[in-house]
């Protein structure tokens, strides 16, 4: 289905305050879906400046997305990289998945943002949104430790993403 067509509908979902039915339907259409994503749950209104989805879960344990109910009031193309961002959190919650280090799940999620490597459906952020992801995604890196065995294994990953930076 054409990104237009698209986005038509999750117009139409919003109207009909559909929220959590529109995030579905985009699941689906981007192929995100994953057998440890339980659903989604609406949580408060994002501010203009600030939008929170969040996995919630126990590890090994079908995951819930937390949406804010006017999550279809901002750029599709963002929404759909903050979903795939969050599905990504559902994978890596999965019994014979699990990645345990935090520092690890977020870098790997923001470089998804970067790459889409996992979901390639999902469209391109705008060079605004990358620069904020690739500068979460470096933060999360260095959190991992001066030279631990986890920057180690994302050494090449980060040269990437700090290309992409300075290509911006």
């Given at each position: 289905m054409?990104?237009e067509?698209?986005?038509?509908t999750?117009?139409k979902?919003?109207?009909l305050e559909?929220?959590?039915?529109a995030?579905e339907?985009l699941?689906?259409?981007?192929e995100l879906?994953?057998p440890?994503?339980?659903g989604?749950?609406?949580r408060?209104k994002a501010e203009p400046?600030f939008?929170?989805f ?7 344990k079908?995951?819930i997305i937390?949406?804010?109910?006017n999550?279809f009031?901002f ?5 759909l990289?903050?979903?795939?961002h969050e599905m990504?959190?559902?994978k890596?919650?999965?019994k014979?998945s699990?990645?345990?280090?935090k520092?690890e799940r ?6 998804e ?7 390639p459906?999902?469209?391109?952020l705008?060079d605004f949104?990358?620069?904020?992801f690739?500068?979460k995604?470096?933060e999360?890196?260095n959190?991992?430790?001066e ?20 290509s911006?």
């Amino acid at each position: 289905m054409p990104f237009e067509e698209i986005e038509f509908t999750i117009k139409k979902f919003h109207d009909l305050e559909m929220t959590i039915e529109a995030a579905e339907f985009l699941i689906k259409n981007y192929e995100l879906e994953h057998p440890n994503f339980k659903g989604f749950e609406l949580r408060e209104k994002a501010e203009p400046s600030f939008i929170l989805f969040t996995t919630e879960g126990v590890f090994g344990k079908p995951q819930i997305i937390r949406i804010p109910e006017n999550t279809f009031e901002f750029p599709l193309v963002l929404n759909l990289n903050l979903l795939a961002h969050e599905m990504l959190h559902v994978k890596q919650k999965y019994k014979i998945s699990i990645v345990e280090d935090k520092n690890e799940r977020e870098w790997q999620a923001y470089y998804e943002n970067l790459f889409h490597k996992e979901f390639p459906l999902i469209p391109e952020l705008t060079d605004f949104h990358k620069k904020a992801f690739a500068n979460k995604a470096l933060e999360y890196y260095n959190r991992m430790g001066e030279n631990s065995e986890l920057q180690l294994k994302y050494r090449e990953q980060k040269n990437e993403v700090e290309q992409l930076v300075s290509s911006q």
